[in-house]
């Protein structure tokens, strides 16, 4: 680990060989401008991320890894060749503006909808519904309750994590996350809100962690695993369906130490979403509380500025911050906190509709 002087917010950053320019990180944000029809990044994408490529890195929105893993519309994937050409314009953009760039792989799991499944019931863990609504061709519609992964499905969903993650470093990807946060397949298997199975996925701590270790296992012997990374939501509470429970802790702890086993490229956490601070099952210091126990590099979130941005990394609790909407508004976020310049107000009606405004039409110090 890089001494406490040195973790400065535009210092460079050594990931473990892939060079950053600073430790400003684009954080993965779904923009819903996809074509929906074949799920592909289009050229309009490639601008929006090459618009931001001065940010150290940038963790594209969440890509699905296959039709069964569909949550939303207009939401690239990457398990077709198309698709894989399409993410192919976005990553030739960035590199071309030198940056780096790595795809966050997205299965919604439960959070989904027959209607854009073809008339399939979402699969997740168990039968549950996270009564939230999804976002299908005919506008918002309740979710409904899904239907239990069987064996066959979770070893075929493993294998389509592993396809995602070899079909991403084929578009130019620098890496790949594993989306394991924000109540979706992932993190449904970890919580004994939305998992009550009874064979070796459910149970335990162990068993209900045992999807995610089983696909990084697949990855370790396809891709180059310094180059993926893990996002984690420990204090998730209310949300998805997902509530802090008296496991919680215990899970996130033993997946953490677990993944002290893998040589990755980082693991990216979530402060608390909700006020936790009342609830003594809840981790209320996310980044202070894994510092102690992951021994790799730390990726932060959750509502930072650059003051208390340069705060964490100085004070050694993340090596990385991550940074979500001031991105969207201002694509050249990394100058604007250089020149202490004010920041564009973000345009919340424009965040997930169809084509430009919104998108790349945010203006720049220059």
């Known amino acids: 680990m890089e001494t406490k002087e040195k973790i400065l917010i535009f210092e460079p950053y050594n990931l473990d060989g892939l060079i950053l320019n600073n430790r400003i990180v684009m954080a993965p944000m779904t923009r819903s401008r996809a074509d929906n029809d074949s799920h592909s990044a289009t050229e309009l994408t490639a601008l929006y991320y090459s ?70 019931l979402p699969l997740a863990p168990s039968p549950y519904n996270p009564h939230v609504q999804v ?17 066959d499905d979770i070893k075929k969903t493993i294998v389509d994590f592993k396809q995602a993650a070899i079909n991403a470093f084929d ?24 998992n009550w199975r009874t064979d070796e996925y459910g149970g335990s701590v162990e068993n209900r962690a045992r999807i ?24 998730l509470d209310g949300l998805m369906g997902i509530s802090v429970d008296d496991e919680t ?26 006020d936790v601070t009342k609830n003594p099952n809840a981790i209320q210091e996310v980044a202070k509380h894994f510092r102690k126990i992951y021994k790799g590099t730390i990726i932060i979130n959750r509502g930072f500025d650059k003051e208390t941005a340069n705060k964490v990394l100085s ?27 004010p920041l564009n107000e973000l345009d919340r009606e424009t965040l997930y509709t169809p084509g430009a405004k ?9």
Not at 252 to 267: C, G, K, M, S
């Open 135 to 151: 976002f299908t061709p005919e506008g918002f519609k309740e979710s409904v309750t899904a239907q239990e992964m069987t064996l």
């Open 212 to 235: 995610l270790f089983d696909i990084l296992d697949e990855l370790k012997a396809a891709v180059d695993i310094t180059r993926v990374g893990v996002r984690l939501n420990p204090s």
């Open 358 to 366: 919104g998108y790349t039409d945010y203006p720049t110090l220059k």
């Open 315 to 341: 004070d050694g609790d993340a090596d990385l911050v991550s940074f979500g909407s001031p991105f969207i508004s201002n694509p050249d976020l990394v100058e604007r906190f250089k020149t202490d310049a």
């Open 51 to 120: 618009q931001r490529a001065t940010a150290g890195l940038i963790i594209t929105g969440g890509t699905f890894i296959s039709p069964e893993a569909v949550g939303v519309i207009n939401v690239p994937a990457i398990y077709s060749k198309g698709q894989i050409e399409g993410w192919r314009l976005t990553t030739d953009a960035v590199h071309k503006n030198g940056g780096k760039i790595f795809a966050q792989l997205w299965h919604t799991g439960a959070y989904s909808h027959p209607d854009v499944l073809g008339g399939n």
């Open 171 to 194: 578009a130019g990807f620098d890496g790949v996350e594993l989306h394991g946060a924000n109540g979706y397949l992932l993190q449904q298997f970890f919580s004994k809100n939305s």
């Open 249 to 274: 802790i215990s899970v996130y702890n033993y997946i953490a130490n677990r993944l002290n086993d893998y040589r990755l490229a980082y693991i990216h956490l979530l402060e608390p979403f909700t």
